[in-house]
Structure formats: C-alpha cells, structure tokens
C-alpha cells in the first residue's frame, strides 16, 4: 500500500494540458487520455473547495508552429489557438468556467519555440510563488512528455512535487511511460495514486482556518485574585 500523501495548505494542483486533441479523435490522440478528464474535473474540485489552488496549462500553438510536421517538426499539427482542438474537453471546461482554475497558462505560443512544460515561456512559477505554494500535485497529458517536463521543472523551480499516476497518459504507454516515471522519480517527484490524498489538514471549515493561520495562541487566564485573610 502506498504511503499516505497529507495534504497542507502549501499544496497546488497543476493540470497539465487538459485539451480535445490529445484525447481520442483529437489530432494527437493519447491512448486513453478521456479516461482521466471526469476524475481530474473531480479532483480540481476537490482542491477548490479545500481552498487550495488550482492552475492548468494548455497548448496554444500559431498555426505554423516549428512543432508540426509540415514546417518540419516531429507532430501533426494540434492545438491551434482558437479551435476546438485546443480547448478543453467538455468536463474540465465547465469547472474553468465555475472559476475553480486560479489561471491557465499559455505554452508553445510562440511560432519559434517549443514548449513541453507548463512553467517554460509562462508565469506559472510567479504565480506559485504569490500563493505561497511549496508542492505542486501534476495530472494530465502526456505522461512522457509535457507531464514529465512540467514535473522536472517543478523540481528545479524548488517545489516539492507528486504526480498522480492514475490521473495521467502517455503517448507511450508501455516503455515511454515507464521512462518517464523513473526519471520523474529520480528528479525528485513522488509517485502516487489519487486514493493515497489526505485532505485532514484542509478539510476543517473555512472560518477555523483563517483563525489559525498565522496567529498564536491565546494568552493564559490571569490568576485569580488574592484571598483575604480570615
């Protein structure tokens, strides 16, 4: 059994490209990747009504982007800004329209530069930073790619890092993902289920937590006055 994960008030869930064309029937479909949008819905729900944030990254590529195959890079064209391709399956949409997502980030935008993870070319680490937030829970797509680099990136920024592996896919499920998990790993970054979250320590209501946070304890009862004598 997997060791428990408790979560803090310094924790943040980062999901990392949430988008129509990495799933099936998208131009660069991920095996399975719908598999995980009604789960990572729910958990972003989860981490929104604990109070803690919720950050996405999504690719958003000009039309010509080195990246793509016809102007000579290893992909099909995916993810072009504006289309339904680059947008997010229906699930995630609405809880980025219920203003549960703090902010997604933009990656791959620029026509010259490739973008695996959410903190490259983006102001993730800034936004981290201003929440306070010191761990970083990664789910998403693609496991060998955009998952690992945001997971290694994390790791370099400083912040503590768990991926979840039920709530990611890979483009390649069998020696790709294996590859990534073990170098996510040895990065640093812990592996885990989503069964493993302990939500104790930010499950109490809102109003007990804003009383605690940051103040010390009261100070002790005076001691009662003298007694006179008989």
């Given amino acids: 059994m997997a060791a428990p994960i408790a979560l803090t008030r310094d924790d943040a869930l980062v999901v990392v490209d949430l988008q129509n064309d990495f799933l099936p029937g998208g131009a660069l479909a991920v095996g399975g990747g719908d598999a995980v949008v009604a ?27 080195c990246s793509f195959a016809p102007q000579g890079g290893p992909w099909p064209p995916h993810c072009r800004q504006h289309t339904d391709g680059a947008a997010a399956p229906a699930a995630f949409a609405a809880v980025v329209a219920a203003a549960v997502v703090a ?52 790791r370099r920024h400083g912040y503590g890092v768990v991926v979840l592996r039920d709530l990611v896919r890979a483009v390649d499920p069998a020696a790709g993902a294996a590859a990534a998990f073990e170098a996510m790993a040895r990065a640093g970054a812990v592996l885990a289920a989503t069964d493993a979250l302990v939500w104790d320590r930010v499950d109490r209501p809102v109003a007990a937590r804003d009383a605690t946070r940051g103040s010390r304890p009261p100070p002790p009862p005076p001691p009662p006055p003298p007694r006179s004598a008989a």
Avoid: M, N
């Fill in 103 to 154: 902010a997604t980030v933009d990656k791959g935008a620029c026509r010259d530069r490739e973008a695996y993870s959410a903190f490259e070319g983006t102001d993730l680490a800034a936004r981290l930073d201003a929440a306070g937030v010191r761990r970083v829970v990664v789910v998403g797509l693609a496991t060998d790619f955009c998952v690992l680099a945001t997971a290694r990136d994390a």
């Fill in 39 to 65: 789960p990572i819905a729910q958990l972003a729900q989860r981490f929104h009504a604990a109070g803690l944030p919720v950050y996405a990254s999504r690719d958003w590529h000009p039309p010509d982007h």
